[in-house]
């Protein structure tokens, strides 16, 4: 369990700076006029949180990882759910930045 939670701490190490630096930019883009969207994920997506940044996002999957520890107990569907939102954003964090870099 402990290697299970490590891993899980690992990835939101990962995607913290990505996403500090992604909300940085759309910052940016915001005060040049640009980037008017209302949110990152669709409401029927895997978060319940609604943000046009994504810091708000990894925080919901960092508070869901933080229940884990302290409660040391999970079940399979609030693994499955952690593990996607963490996917998502993985992949939503590098497409934006690639889309950037054009």
Known sequence: ???????LDQNLKELY?????????????????Q????????ADSLFRVSSPRFLPYLSETAEQVASIRLTQHFNTATL????????????????????LSR
């Open 1 to 7: 369990m402990e290697q299970l939670l490590n891993q």
């Open 17 to 33: 700076r990505k996403a500090v630096d992604a909300d940085a930019l759309l910052d940016e883009l915001a005060q040049q006029g």
């Open 35 to 42: 980037g008017k969207h209302q949110a990152i994920f669709p």
């Open 80 to 99: 499955e759910l952690v593990v996607k939102q963490l996917q998502l954003l993985h992949k939503t964090l590098l497409e934006f930045r690639t889309a």
